[in-house]
């Protein structure tokens, strides 16, 4: 395990990976700019460097800062976070050349799944079903306009780079096609540096469903579960449920082992998170993958208890293979007990500390009963009054939800 690593990162995620870092008995080194100097983040860890003004671009977003801190106070790693250079492969090719651990995928998996329209090709040849799409990017409209007739209306336009719902257009009409590609192009340019668009056949009411990934230097690779993020506004995520209630076991098995698939393709390190989309009929499509922690990683970790930066640590580090041990991945659904109730929602609260990974790792909390808390499928007709002894007056029995190895 690392002495000591750099968290090239500020707020809510610096603070996570420092807490985790700390129970691992790893000591922290904050960067921040000036704006930020009097964060809790900062004075929570060990050292901390001021690396520029308030600008992101002057400060979180430059390499050679951040890398001359970690050199500076003797870091042996460096963890991005989300957001700023988590996803950026020349900062962790910048970090290889400078003998600092990225503690993220490689530089050349970043690359290949980053890119969009390339990662959609690599998922073709390996076999996981993707949305019918161009082939890479399309330079001008009249090539748009010709996959489009090709593929039927509606389409989707979207950025090659990027994410968050920037650099995309929905297209119903032929007539509306020139000026929505115009508009996603100008968009992308302007958030990401790269005004690259394909287009996709638009899967009309699909929920958003993505799974969680870890993978070591050891050959290993385990899907610990799903996240429906479906509930949305202008393609920003509101609401993030695990499981998801839209999934059989059959189909949950399938899409783990999919996502196992395209971790495999790509010979993918440490956490990500594969995105899919699941249309009307239960088919699932492959839309993009991300090559970092997500935002939303504390879902999985509270269902699975699971602390998912600890394992980006010992991942990077070579510690330990990530499937060792069959509770350090336990399944998030188990069948119920006949004498199971739900745990009583606390009156008073003594001791709160956020964030900090799954509640079992923190001490200061009791361990969630992980099988109470799963979302109930409800027996048909349930509703209203039940008579004692009545089927409708018994507890809907759970899905079963584990770790898929491949």
């Given at each position: 395990?690392f002495?000591?690593?750099?968290?090239?990162?500020?707020?809510?995620?610096?603070?996570?990976?420092?807490?985790?870092a700390?129970?691992?008995?790893?000591?922290?080194?904050?960067?921040?700019?000036?704006e930020?100097?009097?964060?809790?983040?900062?004075?929570?860890?060990?050292?901390?460097?001021?690396?520029?003004?308030?600008?992101?671009?002057?400060?979180?977003?430059?390499?050679?800062?951040?890398?001359?801190?970690?050199?500076?106070?003797?870091?042996?790693?460096?963890?991005?976070?989300?957001?700023?250079?988590?996803?950026?492969?020349e900062?962790?090719?910048?970090?290889?050349?400078?003998?600092?651990?990225?503690?993220?995928?490689?530089?050349?998996?970043?690359?290949?799944?980053?890119?969009?329209?390339?990662?959609?090709?690599?998922?073709?040849?390996?076999?996981?079903?993707?949305?019918?799409g161009?082939?890479?990017?399309?330079?001008?409209?009249?090539?748009?306009?010709?996959?489009?007739?090709?593929?039927?209306?509606?389409?989707?336009?979207?950025?090659?780079?990027?994410?968050?719902?920037?650099?995309?257009?929905?297209?119903?009409?032929?007539?509306?096609?020139?000026?929505?590609y115009?508009?996603?192009?100008?968009?992308?340019?302007?958030?990401?540096g790269?005004?690259?668009?394909?287009?996709?056949?638009?899967?009309?009411?699909?929920?958003?469903?993505?799974?969680?990934?870890?993978?070591?230097?050891?050959?290993?690779?385990?899907?610990?579960?799903?996240?429906?993020?479906?509930?949305?506004?202008?393609?920003?995520?509101?609401?993030?449920?695990?499981?998801?209630?839209?999934l059989?076991?059959?189909?949950?098995?399938?899409?783990?082992?999919?996502?196992?698939?395209?971790?495999?393709?790509?010979?993918?390190?440490?956490?990500?998170?594969?995105?899919?989309?699941?249309?009307?009929?239960?088919?699932?499509?492959?839309?993009?993958?991300?090559?970092?922690?997500?935002?939303?990683?504390?879902?999985?970790?509270?269902?699975?208890?699971?602390?998912?930066?600890k394992?980006?640590?010992?991942?990077?580090s070579?510690?330990?293979?990530?499937?060792?041990?069959?509770?350090?991945?336990?399944?998030?659904?188990?069948?119920?007990?006949?004498?199971?109730?739900?745990?009583?929602?606390?009156?008073?609260?003594?001791?709160?500390?956020?964030?900090?990974?799954?509640?079992?790792?923190?001490?200061?909390?009791?361990?969630?009963?992980?099988?109470?808390?799963?979302?109930?499928?409800?027996?048909?007709?349930?509703?209203?009054?039940?008579?004692?002894?009545?089927?409708?007056?018994r507890?809907?029995?759970?899905?079963r939800?584990?770790?898929?190895?491949?």
């Amino acid at each position: 395990m690392f002495e000591k690593i750099l968290v090239a990162n500020r707020g809510e995620v610096a603070l996570r990976i420092m807490r985790a870092a700390r129970e691992l008995g790893v000591k922290t080194v904050a960067v921040y700019s000036t704006e930020d100097a009097d964060t809790y983040p900062v004075r929570y860890a060990d050292e901390a460097v001021c690396i520029g003004p308030a600008q992101s671009n002057k400060s979180y977003l430059v390499m050679a800062s951040i890398i001359a801190a970690a050199k500076n106070t003797g870091a042996e790693a460096i963890h991005p976070g989300y957001g700023f250079l988590a996803e950026n492969a020349e900062f962790a090719r910048a970090c290889a050349d400078n003998d600092l651990v990225f503690i993220g995928p490689a530089p050349e998996c970043i690359d290949r799944m980053g890119d969009k329209s390339s990662a959609r090709e690599t998922m073709k040849m390996c076999g996981v079903p993707t949305v019918p799409g161009s082939d890479g990017c399309l330079d001008a409209v009249e090539e748009a306009a010709a996959f489009a007739e090709k593929v039927g209306y509606p389409v989707l336009i979207k950025a090659t780079a990027g994410g968050g719902g920037k650099g995309m257009r929905e297209v119903h009409d032929p007539a509306d096609l020139a000026a929505q590609y115009k508009a996603a192009r100008t968009e992308a340019g302007a958030a990401f540096g790269n005004d690259g668009v394909y287009l996709e056949k638009l899967v009309l009411r699909p929920r958003h469903v993505e799974v969680q990934v870890l993978a070591d230097d050891h050959g290993n690779a385990v899907a610990l579960c799903e996240r429906d993020c479906s509930i949305q506004r202008r393609h920003q995520k509101l609401l993030e449920e695990a499981p998801s209630p839209a999934l059989s076991e059959n189909l949950r098995r399938d899409m783990m082992k999919a996502a196992l698939k395209a971790v495999r393709a790509v010979d993918y390190r440490n956490a990500g998170t594969i995105e899919f989309l699941l249309d009307e009929r239960g088919q699932f499509y492959f839309m993009e993958m991300n090559t970092r922690v997500q935002v939303e990683h504390p879902v999985t970790e509270e269902i699975t208890g699971t602390d998912i930066i600890k394992e980006q640590l010992r991942i990077a580090s070579g510690e330990r293979p990530v499937h060792a041990g069959g509770t350090r991945h336990r399944a998030a659904h188990q069948r119920r007990g006949s004498r199971a109730r739900l745990p009583p929602v606390p009156r008073h609260r003594h001791a709160l500390r956020a964030p900090g990974g799954p509640r079992r790792a923190r001490g200061d909390l009791p361990a969630p009963r992980f099988a109470h808390l799963a979302p109930l499928r409800l027996a048909r007709g349930q509703g209203g009054r039940a008579r004692p002894g009545s089927r409708r007056g018994r507890r809907p029995r759970q899905a079963r939800l584990g770790r898929v190895r491949y």
